[in-house]
């Protein structure tokens, strides 16, 4: 799966949550998730909030095979900006 299958997956779940921030997912070469507000792309953006994790990662994340936390702990997940946000978001995608 791709960033762009991975974006219109988590795109339904963001349209009807209320999400009111912006979360960058930068999976390095293979792209980047911008998440502003309700509106998703895979254009690249200034984000409150940035997760930085491989393709792979991502993707086991949003299908729920993923903890972020554990993620977090292991290193294969990095934050950079508001952590409260990226804490807000995986409520919403977990």
Known sequence: MGV??????LKTQVESAGFDRSVKFDTGGDG???IDGATISTTDGPADCTITLS???LESLIAGDLNPTMAFMTGKLKI???MSIAMQLSQLIG
């Open 80 to 82: 950079e900006g508001d």
């Open 55 to 57: 393709l792979d990662d």
């Open 4 to 9: 762009q299958e991975i974006a219109a997956k």
């Open 32 to 34: 980047v998730i911008l």
